[in-house]
């Protein structure tokens, strides 16, 4: 799924519809709908519930961090990234960036992304075009690497005995053949003049471009599994606070299903979807269902927590600094 600009190579062209809008409207609903299915959930078990919360103040210090460190991560990926389409950066500036585009995601329309792309393209002079094989690139990747990392932990320490072991083993390979489709192989070039085949025209011109460059690749790959890791470490602090202990590589796994969950976004911040995914998938490693859905909806509710003070206070110096930035992307088209 891909929000963001594209341009061909005369004008730019909208893709935004009426039917896009009311299908972006719906899936907003829709992860509303679920978390509200899941906190009725979590209410009916709240009375046994309650006695396992023992999330204490440095468990919360401790989440935050990690978060921190995510975005830093996070903000050098991108870095790399750009760097590999020839657009020089400022670190903290990417910082900065990557905080408030989390907490704009949570609005209609994927408005963080729209604000990513028009930041870049005013004050970094990257086009729309390039943003769009930045932003489908980057996703990829992310996928092919969580993945991966999920299936090599499940096929090592967990292997494949039970359908739930092998549904899991199915989508990380679905994901990977995927990834590797759009990362690797070949593609023929449309030659049409239709969005469509501009943006993969597009696309398949800036892979190529990164792809040369495989020392930065090599790189995003390792910061990527960096913030994997992150993502695993901060889930076993919230499973460990609601009494709960698995072996390490079932944190790792539910991390690389985080990761591919974000990635596919069909709601905003995966809000809904992720927390009924997350719940379900804990049950493979022996945790009850309303234990899963507890832990989840901690990690939501910190996570929403963080996204709005840290990612506030970005948006609002991007206000102070660049007003311009917010208002000039309301004319363009979406995705």
């Given at each position: ?21 009311m ?8 992860g509303?709908v ?5 906190l009725?959930?979590?209410a ?11 999330l ?5 210090v ?9 975005a ?10 750009l760097?590999?389409l ?5 670190f903290w500036d ?7 585009t ?7 329309m994927?408005f963080g992304?729209l604000?990513?792309?028009?930041y870049?393209?005013?004050h970094?002079g ?14 990829f990747l ?11 932990v ?10 739930e072991?092998?549904?899991l ?7 990977i ?12 070039v449309?030659?049409?003049q239709?969005?469509l085949?501009t ?11 990164i ?9 995003i ?11 695993a470490?901060?889930?076993a ?5 609601v ?6 590589g ?5 991390g690389?299903?985080?990761?591919v ?8 911040g ?18 009850p269902l309303q234990v899963?859905?507890?832990a ?11 996204t ?5 206070i970005?948006a609002?110096?991007?206000w ?5 930035d ?10």
């Amino acid at each position: 799924m891909i929000d963001g600009f594209f341009e061909t190579p005369t004008a730019r062209m909208p893709l935004k519809t009426e039917r896009l809008s009311m299908g972006k409207w719906l899936k907003n609903i829709l992860g509303l709908v679920i978390l509200a299915l899941l906190l009725w959930y979590l209410a009916k078990h709240w009375g046994q519930l309650k006695m396992l919360l023992k999330l204490g103040s440095k468990q919360l210090v401790g989440i935050y961090c990690l978060w921190f460190l995510a975005a830093l991560v996070s903000a050098r990926v991108v870095q790399h990234l750009l760097m590999a389409l020839r657009i020089e950066t400022s670190f903290w500036d990417m910082v900065w960036l990557q905080n408030a585009t989390s907490l704009l995601n949570y609005a209609p329309m994927k408005f963080g992304t729209l604000f990513r792309a028009n930041y870049l393209k005013r004050h970094y002079g990257l086009a729309y075009t390039h943003f769009a094989t930045f932003f489908m690139y980057l996703t990829f990747l992310m996928t092919a690497t969580a993945a991966v990392a999920g299936l090599i932990v499940l096929l090592v320490i967990f292997g494949l005995k039970g359908h739930e072991n092998r549904f899991l083993a199915v989508v990380f390979a679905i994901m990977i053949i995927c990834s590797i489709l759009f990362l690797l192989v070949p593609l023929p070039v449309p030659k049409g003049q239709r969005w469509l085949s501009t943006v993969v025209r597009n696309f398949l011109s800036g892979r190529g471009q990164i792809s040369q460059a495989k020392k930065t690749v090599f790189a995003i790959v390792a910061l990527l599994a960096v913030n994997l890791l992150l993502t695993a470490v901060k889930l076993a602090v919230i499973y460990r606070s609601v009494g709960v202990k698995i072996h390490p590589g079932g944190y790792l796994i539910l991390g690389a299903l985080d990761f591919v969950v974000l990635l596919i976004g069909l709601t905003p911040g995966a809000l809904g979807i992720r927390e009924l995914v997350l719940s379900l998938a804990a049950t493979v490693f022996g945790i009850p269902l309303q234990v899963g859905v507890l832990a989840v909806m901690i990690d939501r509710a910190i996570a929403i927590s963080y996204t709005f003070a840290v990612g506030g206070i970005c948006a609002i110096w991007f206000w102070h600094k660049s007003p311009a930035d917010f208002k000039e992307q309301q004319s363009n088209s979406l995705a």
